[in-house]
C-alpha cells in the first residue's frame, strides 16, 4: 500500500543514512482552500536508498555485474540523499524559528539538537565495526575490510578519521559528517538572501555542472572532489522548499499541460540517468555520451535531484516503485549493510559454494540478517538516545536562561533588546526626562571640577 505524508506534517528522517524523522507542523498555515493540497510522498525515499546499499553489496561481491561500478552510483545516491534531506529539514526548521524571532539561545540548542542526532545516528555503529575490526586477527583484517597492511591497524585514527586509515567503506563517513557542519551554514545564507536566493543559484550550478562533466572522482579520496555531489542535493533541497512554498501559497494547480510538460522531462531524465549508469543504452540507441571518457564516479547527481524534486513535488509512479516496501526495509537497515556487509560476502564458507544461485540467496539472506540484528541492537537504541537528548535539550531550554543566557540579559534577542532600547529613548525625548537626565549629568560634572583634590572612597 502506498503511503503518502507531508512534509509539513512529519519530519522526514534523513541523516546520511535513514530517512525517517519526525518533524512538527508547519508555522505558516494557510486557510482552508477549495481543493487540498495534493500531500508529498517522502517514503520513497528510503526505497531509494535501500536499491543504493543493495547496489553496494552487488559492487563488492566482484561477481554480479562487474563491469559497471554500481558502488560508485551507490555512494552518490547516499551523498544526495543525506544532503538532500537535512538541507529540507533545516531550511524548514530555521524559517520557523526566523518567523518566530527565535532567540540567540533557542538557535544555539537547535544546533545542539540538530548535531546530537547526527553524531548518534552514524558514529555508535561505525565505532562498534572499528572496534570489532581492530580484534580481529591480521589475516581476517585484510580479508573482511581489505587492509593491506593490518599490523598498522591503530584504532585511534581509525576512530578520529585519519585519512590514511579510512579503511575499505570508511572513508564516505567523515566526508558526510564534515558537510553535517556546512548544511547550517549553507542554509542560513540563502535565506539571508531573501528574495534574492535564486541570484547564487545560476553560478552555482554552473560549477556543478563543470566539476562534474570534467574533474576525476574515485573512492578514498577528500571532500572537495565530491563536494559539488553535495552541494547539488542542498541545492534541490532549497528549489523544492521554495517551489512547494510556491504552490501552497499561491494554490497553483497543474493543468495536464503542466503534468505532461513534467513527466516529458521526467522521463528523458530517467532515460540519461540509467543511460550513465549503465554506459550505454540511449547513449548506443540515440546518442554518444559527449562526457569525456574519463575513469572515476560518473556524474548522476543533478539527474537524480531533477527526479527526486519532481517526484516530491508531482508523485507519480516512479516514487510508487520506491515505496515498495522490501526496499523502504532494506533502506531502514541500510547503513548496518553499508558497514557490516563485507562480512558475509568475503566469508569463505559461503564463497566456496559451487553453485552460483546458492551463493547469491545465502549472501543476501545473511546480509539481510546481520544488518536486523545490527540495527535493533545498535542503531535503533541509539536513535532512543538521540530522542532523549532531544527531550533534555528541550527540557533545558524551557527552563529560565542561565549561563550564557544571564551573561547576556535581553541581548541573547538582539532585535528586540534594540527595539525595546529605542523605543525607551523616544519616550523619555517626549516626556524630557532626558533632558532633566542631561542636566543632573552636567551639575554633578561641575561640583567635581570645583573640588578637584577630592576623592571619593
Known amino acids: 500500500m502506498l503511503r503518502n505524508t507531508k512534509p509539513s506534517d512529519v519530519d522526514v528522517s534523513a541523516a546520511d543514512v535513514a530517512l525517517h524523522v519526525q518533524e512538527s507542523q508547519s508555522l505558516d498555515k494557510k486557510p482552508?482552500?477549495?481543493?487540498?493540497?495534493?500531500p508529498t510522498k517522502v517514503l520513497f525515499l528510503d526505497g531509494v536508498r535501500g536499491l543504493a546499499a543493495l547496489l553496494v553489496?552487488?559492487?563488492?561481491s566482484k561477481e554480479y555485474m562487474a563491469d559497471i561500478d554500481l558502488g560508485a552510483i551507490a555512494v552518490d545516491a547516499f551523498f544526495v540523499l543525506s544532503s538532500f534531506l537535512l538541507t529540507w529539514l533545516f531550511m524548514k526548521k530555521s524559517i520557523r524559528l526566523l518567523a518566530q524571532g527565535a532567540s540567540v539561545r533557542k538557535w544555539l540548542f537547535t544546533l545542539a539538537d540538530y548535531f546530537s542526532k547526527r553524531f548518534c545516528r552514524v558514529y555508535p555503529l561505525f565505532a562498534l565495526t572499528s572496534f570489532v575490526v581492530w580484534l580481529l586477527p591480521p589475516e581476517a583484517k585484510t580479508r573482511y575490510y581489505l587492509i593491506q597492511k593490518p599490523e598498522d591497524f591503530d584504532l585511534f585514527k581509525v576512530l578520529t578519521f585519519e585519512f590514511d586509515y579510512r579503511y575499505f567503506v570508511f572513508w564516505t563517513l567523515p566526508l558526510e559528517i564534515t558537510y553535517y557542519f556546512f548544511i547550517p551554514v549553507f542554509v542560513l545564507g540563502v535565506l539571508a538572501l531573501r528574495r534574492f536566493w535564486f541570484v547564487p543559484c545560476i553560478p552555482a550550478?554552473?560549477?556543478?555542472?563543470?566539476?562534474?562533466?570534467?574533474?576525476?572522482?574515485?573512492?578514498h579520496m577528500e571532500l572537495r572532489p565530491h563536494l559539488p555531489t553535495f552541494i547539488a542535493g542542498s541545492m534541490a533541497a532549497v528549489l523544492f522548499v521554495k517551489i512547494d512554498t510556491w504552490i501552497k501559497t499561491t494554490g497553483f494547480e497543474f493543468r495536464k499541460g503542466h503534468v505532461l510538460l513534467i513527466r516529458v522531462v521526467e522521463y528523458i531524465t530517467i532515460?540519461?540517468?540509467l543511460s550513465i549508469t549503465f554506459h550505454g543504452l540511449f547513449f548506443h540507441w540515440v546518442h554518444e555520451n559527449p562526457a569525456p571518457k574519463e575513469k572515476g564516479f560518473s556524474f548522476i547527481s543533478v539527474p537524480l535531484t531533477v527526479l527526486i524534486v519532481i517526484e516530491m513535488i508531482l508523485p507519480s509512479c516512479v516514487s510508487g516503485i520506491f515505496e515498495w516496501s522490501v526496499l523502504r526495509y532494506w533502506g531502514k537497515i541500510s547503513f548496518s549493510v553499508y558497514l557490516l556487509h563485507s562480512f558475509v560476502l568475503y566469508a569463505r564458507v559461503i564463497g566456496a559454494?559451487?553453485?552460483?544461485?546458492?551463493?547469491v540467496f545465502s549472501r543476501f539472506a545473511l546480509i539481510l540478517l546481520l544488518s536486523t540484528i545490527s540495527y535493533h541492537l545498535v542503531?535503533?537504541?541509539s536513535q532512543l538516545l538521540s530522542q532523549r537528548i532531544t527531550n533534555a535539550l528541550a527540557e533545558q531550554e524551557n527552563k529560565r536562561s542561565g549561563g550564557v543566557a544571564t551573561f547576556l540579559g535581553n541581548w541573547t534577542n538582539p532585535t528586540r533588546a534594540l527595539a525595546s532600547r529605542l523605543a525607551w529613548a523616544q519616550e523619555a525625548k517626549s516626556s524630557g526626562v532626558l533632558k532633566q537626565v542631561l542636566k543632573?549629568?552636567?551639575?554633578s560634572m561641575s561640583l567635581a571640577q570645583s573640588k578637584p583634590h577630592e576623592s571619593t572612597a
Open 32 to 38: 482552508a482552500a477549495n481543493k487540498p493540497t495534493p
Open 57 to 60: 553489496c552487488t559492487s563488492h
Open 205 to 219: 550550478y554552473y560549477w556543478i555542472l563543470s566539476k562534474g562533466w570534467y574533474e576525476f572522482r574515485t573512492s
Open 271 to 273: 532515460a540519461v540517468f
Open 353 to 359: 559454494q559451487p553453485n552460483w544461485y546458492d551463493k
Open 379 to 381: 542503531e535503533y537504541p
Open 440 to 443: 543632573m549629568r552636567s551639575n
